[in-house]
């Protein structure tokens, strides 16, 4: 950490050290981008390391295909990247339908989403009973998305950031950004008394607390925090090789290489602006609906829950793209509960916006414009 | 709040802090809800054996049997007037109300409390030892509690290991335990430990004389005792059939069935933290303890804290504590209190607490241990973690803290939760970052406390505090 009060000069600026700030600076580093990293705590402190680790591209919505793709690539090599593996699993994501009306809006996504080479699978009936035999009565059916997966966001998303300080980017945690101006050019950016940093290209990756950057510039969004409720099992024998998600949304739950059970559904408590725990109700409706999807569970005990702090936006579509009131300012925020798998990709974006000023996968779908009746003209 | 405000005060814990305030509370007109994991109360000191039992106090608690019957029948006499609840496990608080799981029914209900006194007590402080892990090898605590509440000794020669008053205690009661031979008692601490501490010991002689008492009938009755040593090893193939410990010079192997194994206590703190309690490092307990000013309030308005809960300051004090605590909750909340016994019991603290830094000091953590551990030495037994690998973990990855530490290896994710292992995984922690151990922090607390099933049946749904609009993902 620097001590001295000296301005440090950098092209790109990163506010934020969750998987999309770390991936963006990793993603600069290999252009040869000169990249500080300003991070509140710990790298991988907030939502990016205690999310549940669902790496599934299915079920999202078509405009983020695109970028789930190129972050389902990344994720393929992502152990050569960052050096680790990360508990990083292509296991196969299984959408369960409980109703007939739910099987039908997972025959019409297979549809929609037929060119993206999702390879799903439908199931149902008797195959269903055949694969899945620790499935609960509740199940109809459900489609199997064999090439998504499952990683553990404790390992990879502190990992990413390492492998960027590798790379050469300057990685400053415990320290947070404080204040930010422009002076007509560039940025200046304060943590503290004793670090200042200059940089002509800023990028707003501060999760659910990206608000008051983008505010601040002229740009206020709906963003509002929200926090999954989680909770783990004590190890057990594996008998779950999916991970799983309900069709209409409630639980979801995989099994780690160590044998717990992760579950996730439900809201957490927040208290305060940085911690978030899980809640009784969502605990105990995770426990009742848990043993009735996997009717293994019942003799099973929860050994901890927690939450974590993720900025949601109304139509759960996250903000990417450049500021358009401030020239050198980029955003890339608001994942809205999915921004784990998409982390990687989001970061090579968000590289290509700072040096090209463009993307090569489509992003219009996450413009922050779409709020412009949030931005003051 | 005026004196005719109905006050539903709740207490954790029976032991004799809880016992304590709960009689306080109720010797002014209240009817606290007295909550305890435990089918009896008592506490850890004074757990009594299931009814049926026909041991007598005196076999069962020594020289404490009269405090012990005290504290029992003090319980037993406060049936009328408070709420009694036992084999309830606290695994949660949230918004004003805690979570119970009744451990026979295995049901959970919510309870709503007004002032809380958390009297929690603790559970043992564990230095690992090569071959810790193998059966025969207990907790001094657990081997105490085998003698106490079972009648059930952990082997026939039995090699009582660590530090601590409760070392000595624990060989007393053994070496008097028909049919057990103690081979022998193997201290950590350094004679010139406990000489050094004589001095602030003798404003408390009844504590010094029932230890020189305990030694002196130790070695009237032929057990070795021996000061300053390094536990080497436990060895065995199935079970423990030895320990290898060394006098610095040498080492020595002595055969033996079994071992008790601690190095004092640590207090027992996840309920508070989940009350969010602000949390100090405490240099005499070689802890972060929740903070509390001389009559036991924390930083949070409404909750109180007492006994070995709140530092590890012995079953007397921990009696003062839960009375001092229920006099300022009492005073708190405008119901009139007798002030000269409050600055009675408060200086009675603040001799305890003297009392207690000096047997801190007489049987004090050993400084080398991290140093000394072994890489391949098991820590978590729950995630099978070494020292080698948080060691590894902490040059390879700059990880510095204790929740870092545990994301990246497991430490402290297992069963226990860390209980066991937390402390051993932060002294490494400190070692390998060359940093004084408190600054390693301390592992967040998140609910449960302790597992609890999936299947808990609902008597009680908690009132709609729902939050909108769930996040929904995977
Ligand atoms: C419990 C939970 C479960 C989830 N499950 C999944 C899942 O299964 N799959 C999936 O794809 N997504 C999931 N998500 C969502 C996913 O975790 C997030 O979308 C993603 O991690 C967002 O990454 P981020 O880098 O934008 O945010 P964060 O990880 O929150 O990082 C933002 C960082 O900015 C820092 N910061 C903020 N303000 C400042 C400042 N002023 N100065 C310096 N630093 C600052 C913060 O400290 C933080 O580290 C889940 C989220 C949660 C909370
Ligand atoms: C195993 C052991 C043996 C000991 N033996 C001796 C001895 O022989 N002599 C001696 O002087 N001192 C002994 N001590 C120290 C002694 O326990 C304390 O000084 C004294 O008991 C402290 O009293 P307390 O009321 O603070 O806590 P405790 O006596 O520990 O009582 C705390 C009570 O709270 C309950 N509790 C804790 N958490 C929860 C929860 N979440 N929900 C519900 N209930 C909860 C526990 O079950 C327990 O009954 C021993 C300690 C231990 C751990």
Partial sequence: MSSSSRIIATDVAIVGGGIVGASAALALRRKGVDVLLLEHDLCGARASGVNYGGVRRQGRPLSQLPLAQRAHQIWADLPALIGTDGEYLRSGHFKIARSQADLQALESYQALSRDFDLGLELLSGASLRQRCPWLGSHALGGSLCPQDGQANPRLVSPALARAAQRAGARIHERTPLDEVLHDGRQFLLRSGRHLQVRAPVLLNCAGAWAGALAAQFGEAVPLRSGHPAMAVTEPLPMFLPWSLGVEGGSIYCRQAARGNLVLGGGSGLALDAERARSQRSAIAALAVQAIELLPALRNAHFIRTWSGTEGYLPDHQPVLCQSRRRPGLIHGFGFSGAGFQLGPAVGEVLAELACDGRSSTPIEAFAIERFAAHIPT | ?474
Avoid at chain 2, 224 to 231: L, Q, T
Avoid at chain 2, 232 to 247: F, L, N
Avoid at chain 2, 395 to 400: I, M, V
């Fill in chain 2, 1 to 474: 709040m005026t004196s005719t405000t109905p006050l539903q005060a709740v207490i954790v814990g029976a032991g004799p802090a809880g016992i304590r305030a709960a009689q306080t509370l109720a010797a002014h007109g209240l009817r606290p809800v007295l909550i305890d994991e435990a089918a009896r109360g008592g506490g850890q000191v004074y757990r009594r054996p299931p009814a049926h039992f026909q041991r007598p106090p005196r076999a069962l608690y020594g020289s404490q049997a009269a405090r012990a019957t005290a504290l029992h029948r003090t319980l037993d006499g406060l049936q009328a007037q408070i709420d009694y609840q036992s084999d309830s496990l606290v695994w949660n608080a949230e918004g004003g109300q805690l979570d119970l799981l009744h451990g026979p029914t295995q049901t959970t209900r919510t309870l709503r409390y007004g002032p809380l006194i958390v009297a929690s007590g603790a559970t043992d402080r564990v230095l690992p030892v090569p071959g810790w892990t193998l059966p025969g090898v207990y907790t001094l605590g657990a081997a105490q509690v085998a003698l106490k509440f079972q009648g059930c000794a952990i082997g026939r020669n039995v090699v009582l290991m660590g530090t601590g008053p409760l070392l000595y205690l624990v060989a007393c009661q053994y070496a008097r335990c028909a049919g057990t031979r103690v081979a022998a008692v193997l201290d950590t601490a350094r004679r010139a430990d406990q000489l050094a501490a004589v001095p602030a010991l003798l404003a408390e002689p009844a504590i010094l004389a029932r230890g020189l008492h305990c030694v002196a009938w130790l070695r009237a009755h032929g057990v070795p005792i021996h000061r300053g040593i390094r536990p080497v090893r436990v060895q065995g193939d199935a079970r423990v059939s030895a320990v290898v410990w060394s006098d610095g010079a040498q080492q020595h192997r002595l055969a033996c069935d079994a071992i008790g194994l601690g190095h004092g206590l640590r207090s027992e703190t996840q309920l508070a933290d989940l009350l969010d309690c602000r949390f100090v490092w405490s240099p005499a307990e070689h802890a972060h303890l929740p903070a509390h000013d001389a009559a036991g309030r924390s930083s949070v308005p409404g909750v109180y804290l007492a006994g070995d809960g709140a530092g590890i300051m012995g079953a007397d004090a921990a009696e003062c504590a839960g009375e001092r605590a229920a006099l300022a909750l009492l005073a708190d909340h405008g119901r009139a209190v007798d002030g000269a016994r409050a600055r009675q019991l408060e200086r009675r603290l603040g001799q305890l607490r003297r009392v207690g830094q000096a047997l801190a000091r007489a049987f004090p953590l050993p400084a080398d241990w991290a140093a000394q551990a072994p890489d391949a030495l098991l820590l978590c037994r729950c995630e099978n973690i070494t020292a080698g690998q948080l060691r590894a973990c902490a040059r390879e990855t700059g990880a510095d803290e204790m929740n870092r530490l545990k994301a990246l290896t497991r430490i402290g994710m297992g069963r226990c939760q860390g209980r066991i292992c937390a402390l051993a995984g932060a002294e490494i922690l400190a070692q390998a970052t060359g940093r004084p151990v408190e600054q390693v922090g301390r592992l967040r607390g998140q609910a449960p406390i302790k597992p609890i099933p999936l299947h808990l049946q609902t008597q009680q749904v908690a009132d709609g505090t729902d939050a909108a609009a769930p996040p929904r993902d995977e």
